[in-house]
């Protein structure tokens, strides 16, 4: 948790004074890896890192566009590791590994849509992203039964 604080002050400090390029390619980075090693149980862990990236959804040079695509982008980068396993066994495996990763993506998601819905309606882009990413987590999971 203070690793996130100190993530959250650096950011803070240092994205007024970057160029927006250099924030965008940070935040890919950063928003993957705080919300993939915080799928563990540990809820004060997830709360910390949920405050985290609300903040960086609030900050005026990132905002919640930017974070919500970030989130998105993860989502599909697991379901299409599902989908690139040919077998069915392994991609039975590779699904039940990447399964609670993918739901705290998407309540990842949920959180940025709750705060910052008014923002994100008007980006046609984003849901267009989102309908396309919940209907392949419908197939991958359609495959499971």
Known sequence: METLGMLRAVVGALVPHMSTLDVHLMLGSFIGVIVANTVSGNIRTQISSDKVIIFFAKHSNIGPFVVAKDILKSIEKCIKAVQVVTKRDEQLQVLQDKK?????????????????????????????KCIEIIADSLVVLAQDD
């Open 100 to 128: 609670a990763t993918i739901l705290r993506f998407l309540s990842i998601l949920q959180l940025l849509l709750q705060h910052f819905s008014i923002v994100l309606c008007y980006q046609v882009e984003f849901y267009d």
